[in-house]
């Protein structure tokens, strides 16, 4: 099996970047194939959603993410 690996410094605080990594509801204004994000539950601690994806030329796909 083929592997990679490829190791970048990001020049921002790792707040930030949490912030933006949690904004799941933004993530189809900037992942290009995400189609829709649906917040199945949502608190303090956790979150529970669907991310809808839909490639090119493949049927569309639901990923879960707790």
């Not at 790792?14 to 995400?34: G, Q």
């Not at 030329?57 to 993410?65: A, I, K």
């Amino acid at each position: 099996m083929k592997s990679s690996q490829q190791e970048i410094f990001i020049n921002h605080a790792a707040k930030d970047l949490y912030k933006i990594v949690l904004d799941i509801e933004k993530y189809s204004e900037f992942i290009p194939w995400c189609k829709e994000i649906i917040i199945k539950s949502k608190s303090k601690n956790e979150m529970l959603a669907d991310m809808i994806v839909s490639y090119k030329n493949f049927l569309p796909h639901t990923f879960t993410s707790h």
